[in-house]
């Protein structure tokens, strides 16, 4: 297949250029690099040594002798590039993560809140239309976020999607339906991904697009099977306050002696997968793709749920480390249950790397191999949710005084 993969640059869609192209197709990355451009801005690198996507690439074609090509295309602002570039390439498949990532930078002020539903919305709206214009039957694959359904249960599992509800009418019967699963954002970067599920069904509904869209959890870990060839392949790997994700940063914090971040209670229940599994669902959503006309598919791209404060007790026991328990910037539940469904990947033979048989290796062949590459400083989490919240986050969880507040 000819596969266009939108934010190939990315965290995820780095390790999935190379098992897509490993796999025998031909792998178009379209990029604008902000990530890179963001770590510019915030001060921060990533933990492995990045090299340039030119320098990346260049890499995989001597180790391997296969070709991705790169095209240095803002989705969001360059619409007439991109339904040129669509219209001369015609992939069969396009894979969109072109979308800014993180909750915490999606809440850093106005401006960030303004450029997160700017770019993420108009780089998805953009996609569609110009599917649409050009007439290019290319199967849709988003990555999406399980934040779209919030994190509260009541006590039933989180179907894959699609509600099933009845509805009293007029007449008094009940009218069955399937529903969107109502959607319950709890930072500006989780409603643009709620945003685009309108955008999707809408699209699939008028114009026939197929799409695919993958309610994925917290990604943990860094290698996959290709990333590990050359040390240049390596994956980023983030551990700031902002882009860093909670098992990743406890795994570096252990590494580093930082007493683990837990944010209030830790009673706060996510969805995790390993990066590698991560890969093999996107094939596994490739491979199955809907037909025209048809609904919208959604898969739930997770393989088990953690609370936070387990996390982080269980890295404590294997490494000694601290735990510090802050007050939390978010404004989140304290505590919550979730039960998801993941039935599609696993009945796809999904075979899930387990927390129990990766953490360890984690810790020891990356985050102590680059502990020395980090900078303690930009471990706190200082981007509040709202001002209240802002006012309480005047200490670093090593005790020394943050920036004030105003
Ligand atoms: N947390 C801590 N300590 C930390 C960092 C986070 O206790 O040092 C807590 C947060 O308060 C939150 C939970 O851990 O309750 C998860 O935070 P996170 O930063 O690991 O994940 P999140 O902001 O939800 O976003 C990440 C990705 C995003 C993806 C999402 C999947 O950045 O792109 O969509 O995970 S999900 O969480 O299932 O919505």
């Not at 002798?65 to 360059?78: E, K, M, N, S, T």
């Not at 219209?87 to 930078?105: G, K, N, T």
């Not at 404060?309 to 007050?327: H, K």
Request: charged content about 20%; hydrophobic content about 40%.
């Amino acid at each position: 297949m000819k596969i266009a993969i939108m934010g190939g640059d990315g965290f995820v869609g780095w390790p999935t250029a190379l098992h897509l192209s490993d796999a025998g197709h031909d792998v178009h990355i379209l990029d604008n690099l902000s990530r890179r451009w963001i770590d510019t801005e915030l001060g921060v690198q990533s933990l492995t040594p990045m090299d340039s996507i030119q320098e990346r690439t260049r890499i995989w074609h001597a180790e391997t002798g296969r070709r991705i090509h790169f095209h240095l295309i803002d989705l969001a602002r360059d619409y007439d590039l991109l339904k040129a570039w669509l219209a001369e390439h015609r992939p069969d498949a396009i894979i969109h993560f072109a979308e800014q990532r993180a909750a915490p930078y999606s809440m850093k002020s106005d401006r960030h809140k303004n450029y997160t539903v700017n770019n993420n919305v108009s780089a998805t709206h953009n996609l569609l239309n110009a599917l649409v214009e050009i007439g290019l039957d290319a199967h849709l694959v988003h990555l999406g976020t399980m934040g779209v359904y919030g994190y509260s249960t009541v006590g039933a599992a989180i179907p894959e999607g699609y509600l099933p509800v009845g509805i009293e009418t007029v007449d008094g019967n009940t009218a069955s339906q399937e529903i969107l699963y109502p959607a319950n954002p709890g930072s500006i970067y989780h409603m643009t991904k709620c945003l685009d599920q309108l955008l999707f069904q809408f699209y699939a509904k008028n114009d026939g697009l197929r799409v695919t869209d993958l309610h994925q959890g917290i990604v943990w870990g860094t290698h996959t099977a290709q990333t590990r060839l050359h040390p240049q392949l390596v994956n980023r790997f983030d551990y700031d306050g902002d882009y860093g994700t909670v098992l990743n940063r406890f795994l570096i914090q252990a590494a580093i002696d930082y007493p683990l971040t837990v944010h209030g209670t830790g009673g706060q229940t996510r969805a995790f997968i390993h990066i590698q599994d991560s890969v093999r669902c996107i094939e596994i959503a490739l491979n199955n793709p809907p037909v025209r006309g048809a609904r919208v598919e959604i898969f739930n791209q997770m393989t088990e749920t953690h609370r936070v404060r387990d996390l982080a007790e269980m890295i404590s026991r294997m490494t000694g480390a601290r735990i510090a328990w802050l007050p939390n910037p978010r404004k989140e539940a304290p505590e919550n249950d979730l039960i998801v469904r993941n039935e599609k990947f696993l009945g796809h033979g999904l075979s899930p790397t387990t927390l129990e048989n990766g953490l360890l290796s984690e810790i020891v062949d990356v985050a102590k191999k680059f502990a020395y590459r980090v900078d303690r400083s930009r471990v706190p989490a200082v981007s509040a949710w709202t001002r209240d919240i802002a006012r309480t986050l005047n200490r670093d969880p090593e005790g020394k005084m943050l920036r004030s507040v105003s």
